[in-house]
């Protein structure tokens, strides 16, 4: 819960952070805490924003939760604490969900409430990141605010690339983070205050001479004006406070009268309810209770053992804290290179390597120099804050990124024991299993020595994982070798691998193949072979990838075989240099700070003040959110007796119930109830259109994840121990059916099949010169909105009367759901919606499934009830976007001109129909994209599958049916040999064509968006320059692409296009709005402030939104389609509108009057100063049976260029460029539009080249949180980014001439996948492959180096399918 003292990990969910000082129960099974807890036990002291805290019962709910597992970010806090040896205050960003809270005794903790408010003053670090408009849900906002702050504490004036760095473990869902770091770059050293923003690109801030501002023709890019921020002042930032300035040895004589170090150093022990938490004095008492207690666990970042606690169902009762033990902490230099005690932490690592880099010859530090390169993409900053050298190797992760290295180096480690020490050099013996290591149980590791090289000797270190920054490695690997003197003769070599096994291994069989052996194109043929031959990897093997594996292991070596010829030529021991054509296999990667442009229409000259429509206002909650002051759901205090509910979940695809056993779960302490289907007192059916789910499982699952009951019990960590141990038999049935193409083989379709047929296929394909087929499969996405599902349900004690507060993005759904299951009418039920963190379609129907069980549970013990998923818990139940298959054929001209297709769409849908059908349809209708095709039939199949019910996803099945046109379209160019960007051109629509639906193109941009795109992207010279580059370049390609896209916006639903308002004016003049749409970070509640501003014409200070409620605006449709500002928008409008009129004749009276005397005259007149406002858009409605009528209002246009380069060894690539025109109308808010630009392009880039679910057969999900389902981070945006709106494009078909813009550039990113593509093809003309390929979608690192057919992809071929069965399945 986004609380801070229920963030701090609570050791093994023991409720350890609220026991402080609380005289916990000592668990009985548990022996050695009985025995322990005999013994003294400390209160645990800590500082939280400036105040001394004791018992810790602070209720912050700035910093947020949104993973608890130190993937995302939004916890991080900066922990203080004073370092004695070196008489230094050392502040860190830290992760608050992985930080143990007993590891914070005597710290101090600023947490965002700490540093600034809008009650008090805001801090610089808050305002800048509001006023750069970087905050749009706002719920990863508190964590990038303390990022940046504690990186400004410890360094006021950073680089561009220091910000990077600090926010490498920060992730946001919403605004593709070039705000966020173009507002920060104002604080940077070289970019100056304003971000060259003035006079030639210098400092205004400096010249005083400002930018000329555009008039309404010209395009402007200042989107806010950094001379508006304030001054950063490191003097005024809270002390750290004094009384914990630490000693760790003792010297009273040192310390000050207060200081809390006065009282004697000695061993602590904090005692839960479960467990303890020892942290002893010396290393002579942790040797001592270690071997008392050898099954104690050692602690020192927790980073792998609290992942191991909250979600691996491991638990520890006896903790040893070893952090601030001397030996373990020192850091010596020997002759052969320095010890590390095992608790030094990365970032310290990183520190002192980096010293002795710049100090010491190069080749003395090439593993220093290996290691630094490693740590650079090790996790994120908050995790290498704390995380420990030892840790790492302790864990004996078979893809840790340290111990290959380690072992190809012969690291020395020194083990102890209470007995002695002994030594071992770090070799295949010491990881004797998957996750075991050759130390004795009474043993702990002392430390590491890391060796110097000498000359001759060369070292690398490689990491290959799906996403650059902050992720786990696919392959990783540490090679080194050594070579006779003077000669290029192998004396030894060490290859060590992770990700090929279930320990980190050496390549022996090789090494000993190689040694005596010249280095040369001779010995890397042979080697890949022995590599081959010893890296081999079941076809079962976990993880699966299992082609690219064994392919990466040779690959990587070949790196490694370049760079050492490269410098054995350097030095004249090697006759031949690499060939110029081979460098860039290794170059480093790039690492350049991005760089961005905005584009948008000025006001018109002479726009009052006051009207603030088509100004790039900030979002109204913006500062709130940067302070944690705005209240999400999680954040509304709790109530009297107030219960959690955690979900029991099924563990089968497809199984009878046969019985549920909780006396398990009833024992555990604080437990209430069991909530299970037959505790609903109305109706168990439930669903947003059909009702084909139930709101809890009662005879049959129908997928991992089914929701099968709840438990309630006082706390959540209680509830979800009891949800744990509830237990469930099953009676297995079949089939169980997974993919698509279990779908298929099975014929297990939801009805109706809907096509759409226009011309005569026949025709077209006969006139056709050549035909094609192909097939591309579309992975689905999970919308990893960084708030999970909440709901607090409460009851209101009579006539079953209930108000929800919920996270949804429909409240009239959660409504009537939840009075259905409840069998009250709905009037009796209110739901709430404030804000939410993010919602991208996945709150508008899956969050029922929450709210309705939290309000059954809260009707069944009759108090308020909570839940916030977990993280895991969220992903597993709550379905994402539809994957899809597409199969297409398709006839066309010689020069590319499309004549016929005829495509089939498959839908994976999951156990319930949910919105499928819509989202297939839309697909269907978005199936030409922007292509005229004149003889096209389309149908579209939906899959029944054993899988959450999949559902809405911004986009809602557009991206998917374009992505399945511009595959053939791309597929024909290439056919034709014809530059893609040609054959597109050829087949663009033009204005007054039809769409295979009927509806004429009117109002037709994309002719200009093509141009003004080509234009500033310069489109053909980058052409020029990326064949020069491929033909410079033999391993790494570039690529260049350019995409339209066509969105038809009104939901397909015609019902659904209405919307109400209501709107208040108070005696005041204040005035109160609400509409029918949610805010989840998109700036609706901005956007209808300032349509309301404008229309009553009065200052935007004057509306205040509250909330959305269903008992203000009823009935409303879910905030989804993008059409929400074009329906509020409206209602909006025309309540005002009634207003204004009423008002009308007191401001004939009184026309120099004010708005408040209008409005008191009005009052006293007993005048109606509330009015509500309705819309409905006209002219809609579409008939699949006939193909005729209107589908949609309007349609929103966009193109985008996107240049990338890929690594034709590893699979990796970086975007280099991308330009985007968007026709928006004429924007109501270019700030906010170009947030959603952007936000949805990279979420786009994330679904088309990044983000994988990975399912077993029988629908297990693997990828359950940040730590394997990886979203585009700060280093995925490319180097360049420009965005630009179109000008002079108004649109009479919404709210002041403006369109909508959340949907429709999501799929511009497919740019960035068809420029991959592009890439691809010049790397597989290299190996002499020409014409169409089949790429699925995502382009992740795989299936770009299995496309890029090459030497080494030939020495691995994939496993034969069907003789094996997969790790995971493609869905
Ligand atoms: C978000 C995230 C990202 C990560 N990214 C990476 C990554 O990119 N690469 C990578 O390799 N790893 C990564 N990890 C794994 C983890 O951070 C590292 O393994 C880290 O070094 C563990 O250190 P720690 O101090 O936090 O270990 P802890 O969790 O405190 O302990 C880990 C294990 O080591 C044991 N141990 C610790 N010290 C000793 C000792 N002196 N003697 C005996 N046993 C000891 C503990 O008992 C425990 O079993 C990541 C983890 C997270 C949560
Ligand atoms: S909540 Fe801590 S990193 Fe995500
Ligand atoms: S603003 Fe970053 S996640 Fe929403």
Redesign the pocket.
Known sequence: MPRLNCIFQCIATSCFSFSIGYHGVVSSKIPIMEEISKKHRDDLILFVNGKKVILLSVCLTGTKLGCA???CGACTVMVSRFHSNRNAIVHQAVNAC?APICSLHHCAVTTVEGIGSVASKVHPVQERIAKAHGSQCGFCTPGIVMSMYALLRNNPQPMMRDIEEAFQ?NLCRCTGYRPILEGYKTFTKKEGCCGSRGKAGACYMITGQKEEKGDSTNSVQQLFDPSEFMPLDPTQEIIFPPELMVHSHMNPDQFSPVSLSKQPLRELRFIGERMQWIQPSSLKELLQLKAEYPAA???????????EMKYKNQFYPLILA?AFIDE?NSIQYTENGIVFG??VT?TLLGNVLHGEVNKLPSYKTEVFQAILRQLH????QQ?RN???????I??A?P????NPVFMAAGCKLTLMSKDGKRVLQMDDKFFTGYRKTA?KPEE???SIEIPYTRKGQYFSAFKQSPRKE????IVTCGMNVVFWEGSNIVQDIQLSYGGMASTTVLATTTRSQLIGRQWDEEMLQDACSYLTEEMTLSPSAPGGMVAYRRTLTISLFFKFFLTVQHKLAQEHLSTEDIRPDYASAVAPSHLDSATSIQLFQAVPPGQNMDDVIGRPIMHLSAVKQATGEAVYCDDIPCYKNELYLALVTSTKPHAYIKSIDTTDAMAVPGVVTFVCAKDIPGSNKTGPVVYDETVLADEKVTCVGHIVGAIVADTPAHAQRAAKAVRISYQELQAVIITIQDAIANESFYQPTRTIERGDLTQGFQESDNILQGEIHIGGQEHFYLETNCTLAVPRGEDGEMELFVSTQSTAKTQALVAKALGVPASHIVCRVKRMGGGFGGKETRSTILSTIVAVAAHKVKRAVRCMLDRDEDMLVSGGRHPFFGRYKVGFKKNGKVMALDVTYYSNAGNSMDLSLSIMERALLHMDNCYNIPHVRGTGYICRTNLPSNTAFRGFGGPQGMMVAESWINDVALSCGLPAEQVRELNLYKQGEYTPFNQCLEQFTIDRCWRECMNISDFHQRKANVELYNKQHRWTKRGLSIIPTKFGISFTAVFLNQAGALVHIYTDGSVLLTHGGTEMGQGLHTKMVQVASRTLEIPSTKIFISETSTNTVPNTSPTAASASSDLNGMAVYNACKTLLQRLEPYKAKNPKGFWEDWVTAAYFDRVNLSANGFYKTPDLGYDFETNSGHPFNYFSYGVAVSEVEIDCLTGSHKNLHTSIVMDVGKSLNPALDIGQVEGAFMQGVGLFTLEELRYSSQGYLYTRGP?MYKIPAFGDIPTELKVSLLRDAPNEKAIFSSKAVGEPPLFLAASVFYAIKDAITAARAESGLIGPFRLDSPATPERIRNACEDKFTKLCPPPEPGTYTPWDVRV
């Open positions: 597992e130190g993937g992985l473990g666990k050692l602690v020192v970042g927790n980073t792998e053992v609290g992942i070893p373990l095992a608790s990365l993409w090790f996790a994120g995790i704390v995380a420990a050298i030892g840790g790492n302790m864990t992760s893809i840790s990124d340290l130390l702990i590791l002392l902050d992720d786990i490695a730590g």
